[in-house]
């Protein structure tokens, strides 16, 4: 059994803006290599917020996030920007890319970044957006391509430098079926492929009951998990969903 | 080096922006070189004007006596020093002149023409006459061009020059033109006439020398001090209090240096904040992708310090400009107050690498708080941000 990439102990974030927010409650999760998870929820139930987390974009008020092995807590801000750009990539909601820089541009950055030389760089973003059809449009800026056609760029650039961990906040939110179909089984293929672990926000029950395991998340606690089992899904022991009619 | 890639990029897409950061860089770089081109032309014009209508080095009585009385024997003395080229005794003083019903206070110096000239450069700022016609007309006097026009003297007329009970009728066989406040009062006589008229045997009040090479006037100045009870003094010790008027005054545009500095600094400070805040969702991006807080501020520096030498340059050529164009169309002002007629404007090199490493350091410096504002964005609320 492949080990756990992500371990959360007792996460919580409480935002004090004002009134005293409690995002996240005592989340205790851990997540294996490879394994391709959704976590679903209201709006405002915390998803994001703990995407932030495991994403290190954000830092807890308290509890404990485990990326490899290290101790994200007692990293330093350089550090962890480090982790960012080596072990994780993200796809925002809205692509998110850079508007003045073309498809290929963008998809370099990351490997720049990285420390990559612009030659290294150009190859290696070439050969992505390729394996995202995209080949022919390389030099086009964003506002000259679809919106599926960003969403693949965005992709592209998030598997840059091969991060262990992909992490997507509502990444078909914006596209049609046929899209962000095609968007999930890109993903689905580098999931077998190379055992990369995605986790991914979702309000399409249909792509999170694609997926290998489904986490939900009410006021900032995890209520819910559900795993598959052959063609169907178990549900953990404790799934408490009480608080909004049962509904995933 | 990613973060140059970006700021470039930035850059090339919004040349709006770029081109308002830049004037107002260049703008202030330009009138910061024509300020201390024209503080620079002000002063060489100042200290060759006084270098010009004085001696170089003026050898005066010993403390007790008013007169040097042996002239001809500190003359040759001062021959003796292979830097003095020309040396004259002259006899200083006031007088009134009456020409008519006018009358006007004059600056008298009674010298001979034959040492005088090589001195004085006399003959060279004559616009009538011939200075030398002194050597032989005993009763002549040649006088400043704007002396003449307020009593309405005109060549050949006779005026009278009047000191204490002492009256004498010269007659104008010259005008001079030297440029500075002294054509309102001077009025070159022979010597003999003007020790006439001041009342004195064969006396001098003071000897002038001229040196080939100015620099050398304190060192002849101090050696005769020590070797003679004479007093000599450069040019330099005469005009000390011009020099440090210039020096006090530069002090003055240095605070207007500086003034225009900080403007320059907050309008591009201004600009690099707007980007900031225009790119808040790009930095957050960044962020996400790996970016470090030091490659955002390095972005954000870049971006603001690529423009600086354009800015130097743009400001030069502007200063350049400028400097033709204030020489191209002489700038009259007043020599009572200025000492010197017109404005010159000297672009010195100096003044072009001021010029760059103004524009480099303004860029800098007004580049640091926002570049460190937008590394201390936070990322989750930067790519929410709209």
Known sequence: MSEDIIILKELTKIYKDGVEVKALDRVTLSIKAGEFVAIVGPSGSGKSTLLNMIGLLDTPTSGQIFLKGIDVSKTSASQRAHLRNKELGFVFQYHHLIPEFSALENVMIPLLIAGKSKQEARERATQLLDSVDLGDRLNNRPNQLSGGQNQRVAVARALANNPSIVIGDELTGNLDTKTSNLIYELLRELNRKINQTFILVTHDMGLAERTDRILRIVDGRLVCELRREGDGFVTSEVCDLGEDGGKI | ?386
């Open chain 2, 1 to 386: 080096m990613f973060e140059l890639a970006v700021a470039r990029k930035h850059i090339s897409s919004d040349p709006r922006m770029v081109l308002f950061a830049l004037l107002s860089v260049s703008l202030s770089i330009g009138v910061i070189v024509i300020m201390m081109g024209m503080m620079e032309g002000y002063r060489g014009d100042i200290i060759k004007s006084t270098v010009e209508n004085n001696p170089h080095l003026t050898v005066e009585p010993k403390e007790d006596e008013d007169y040097i009385s042996l002239y001809r024997t500190l003359s040759g003395r001062l021959y003796s020093y292979p830097q003095v080229e020309a040396v004259s005794p002259r006899l200083l003083g006031k007088a009134g002149a009456k020409y008519k019903d006018k009358v006007r206070g004059v600056s008298i110096i009674g010298a001979d023409p034959l040492s005088e000239d090589p001195l004085m450069r006399v003959q060279q700022d004559m616009t009538w006459g011939n200075y030398y016609d002194l050597v032989y007309k005993r009763r002549g006097a040649v006088v400043g061009t704007k002396l003449a026009e307020e009593l309405k003297l005109r060549p050949g007329d006779q005026f009278s020059l009047v000191r204490q009970n002492q009256s004498m009728k010269v007659k104008v066989v010259g005008l001079i033109q030297t440029g500075t406040g002294s054509d309102q009062t001077l009025v070159y006589l022979p010597l003999k006439t003007a020790q006439e008229l001041m009342n004195r045997s064969d006396v001098v009040s003071e000897i002038g020398a001229r040196l080939s090479d100015i620099n050398s006037a304190p060192a002849v100045a101090k050696d005769i001090n020590s070797r003679t009870r004479y007093q000599a003094q450069s040019w330099e010790d005469q005009n000390r209090d011009i020099l440090q008027v210039l020096d006090t005054q530069k002090t003055v545009m240095i605070l207007f240096y500086f003034l225009i500095f900080i403007i320059a600094g907050l309008g591009v400070a201004n600009t690099m904040i707007m980007t900031v805040t225009r790119r808040t969702r790009e930095i957050g991006i960044l962020m996400a992708m790996g970016a470090r807080r030091l490659s955002i501020v390095k972005i954000f520096l870049a971006e603001s310090i690529i423009l600086a030498p354009p800015a130097a340059v743009l400001g030069c050529c502007l200063a350049y400009v400028t400097a033709k164009l204030i020489e191209a169309y002489p700038l009259e002002v007043s020599s009572d107050i200025y000492i010197v007629s017109r404005m010159t404007v000297l672009l010195t090199r100096e003044s072009f690498i001021y010029a760059v490493l103004f524009s480099l350091s303004i860029n800098f410096l007004a580049g640091l708080y926002p570049a460190y504002r937008a590394s201390r964005l936070d990322p989750v609320e930067a790519i929410a941000s709209e």
